[in-house]
C-alpha cells in the first residue's frame, strides 16, 4: 500500500469518506446518562442520615474505614475512567471541530506524534472541499486490546520504515475505541457516514491515532446465477489511488439493505446503503481500496440481516497491467 491508500482511509475521519452505516448516535447520551447515574448512585444520603451517635466520629481515625476501603476505591476508579472517557470525546470534538472549521494547524494539535500522516500537506487541503455540517461520537470500547490493532495489516503497514514500531507505540499506552457518525455536504448533497477511530495517549494526554476498520470476513462461493442481480459492469483498477471502481446498472430495482465490495486481500469492504427505501440507491458506481500487489474485488448484496450473497468477483494481477 502507498500513502495515497491511507489519505483515503484517514481523511474519512475528517470529510465522511468511510462507507458503512452503523446506527445508535442516541447511545452516547444514554451511555453518559447510565455513567452519570452511577456516580449518583453511592449512597451517601443513607450515611448522612445515621451520623447520630458519635462512634461515628470514633471510627474515622479507626481502622474500619480501611476495610471499606477497596469499594471507595471502585467508586472513584469510576470517576476516573468517567473523565476519561470525558477527555477521549472532548480530544474527539475538539479535533472535529477544527476539521469543521478547515483549521489543519488547529486539528493537528490533536494529532498523535506517531500518526503517519501529515495534516498539512496539499493533498489533504484538497480532501477539505466537503463540508462537515455535524457530528456525534460515542465511546465503544475505553480499553480496547493493542493486539487487535497490530494484528491489523492496514495500521501495521505503516510502521514498517519508521523509527518506532507499531508495537513500540502502542507499549504502555491506553487505547479507546471511538464510534463517529458524521453529515457532510457536496456540491449541495448530503451523505451521513459512521466510522470508528483509534484514540491514544501520549505521554498521558489523548491524541487522536488512527481510523479503525475490524478486519471483514470476505465471503466464499461463486457469483449467484440469478440474472435479477446481475448488475455489476465490470471493476476499473487505479493502480497509482489504489482504489477499485465498481460499475453498476440497475442497482435501483434491487430490493437489498447493502450493496458491498470487499478487498480480498486487505479484508476491507465498502458499502452502498440508502437510508429511506428498501431498495438500493441508483448509482452507477462506487470504489473501494484494493491491494496493487494482487487482490480480488468481491461484490455482495446483503439482503437482509441473515442473508448475504455473492454477484461479482474480479480479480487484480499486477503483471496484467489492468488500470
Known sequence: MQRRQYLAALTA???????????????????????????????????????????????????????????????????TKLSEQEQVLAVVDSYLNAIKQKNI????????????????????????????????????????????????????????????TLSEVLEGEEVTLVEITMETTTNGETNETTFQNLVLTEDGDWKIFLPYQKPADVPGGKPVDNEKYQIIDGVEFDREAERARINISGAGDIEAKELVAYSASLQEESTVWSKE???????????????????????TLRLNENEEVVIHREQYKPESGTE
Do not use: R
Open 105 to 164: 494547524e488547529e486539528a493537528t494539535k490533536y494529532l498523535h506524534a506517531s500518526h503517519p500522516y501529515n495534516l498539512s500537506d496539499e493533498d489533504m487541503e484538497a480532501q477539505l472541499d466537503q463540508n462537515l455540517e455535524s457530528y456525534d461520537s460515542e465511546i465503544v470500547d475505553s480499553s480496547f486490546d493493542t493486539e487487535d490493532i497490530t494484528k491489523t495489516d492496514t495500521i501495521e503497514f505503516w510502521f514498517q520504515n519508521t523509527d518506532k
Open 277 to 299: 427505501s428498501d431498495t438500493l440507491p441508483s448509482v452507477n458506481y462506487f470504489t473501494t481500496i484494493f491491494d496493487p500487489t494482487g487482490d480480488e474485488i468481491v461484490v
Open 13 to 79: 475521519a475528517s470529510t465522511g469518506l468511510f462507507a458503512g452505516c452503523i446506527g445508535g448516535d442516541d447511545s452516547n447520551d444514554d451511555s453518559n446518562g447510565s455513567e452519570s447515574e452511577d456516580d449518583d448512585t453511592p449512597t451517601e444520603a443513607p450515611t448522612e442520615n445515621t451520623p447520630t451517635p458519635e462512634p461515628t466520629e470514633t471510627a474515622e481515625p479507626t481502622e474500619t474505614p480501611d476495610n471499606n476501603e477497596p469499594d471507595d476505591a471502585s467508586g472513584s476508579d469510576d470517576e
